[in-house]
């Protein structure tokens, strides 16, 4: 999966994966070096949608700026499942 992520959506992953839990902390490590079992994808890919229904969306239920971000690593991460 590394190679589909480019530098912004690395810093992002760490920064979903970053609360403390050292699981989440070994989820980023993985997606960032392409490792993630089917499972792990599936993980980041709900932390990704959590994060999106939370603070990516206006109050009219479109993406902002940063939902359109995080729609585009969703994208990134989900590659790796159609491969």
Do not use: W
């Not at 229904?53 to 969703?74: A, H, Q, R, V």
């Amino acid at each position: 999966m590394n190679e589909l992520l480019n530098f912004h959506q690395k810093n992002l992953i760490i920064t979903l994966c970053s609360d403390g839990d050292v699981s989440k902390r070994s989820l980023a490590e993985k997606a960032i070096n392409g490792i993630l079992t089917s499972d792990e994808v599936e993980e980041l890919c709900n932390l990704i949608s959590n994060e999106f229904m939370l603070n990516g969306i206006t109050e009219s239920f479109e993406p902002n700026d940063y939902g359109k971000e995080l729609e585009n690593l969703l994208d990134a991460v989900n590659k790796n499942r159609i491969k």
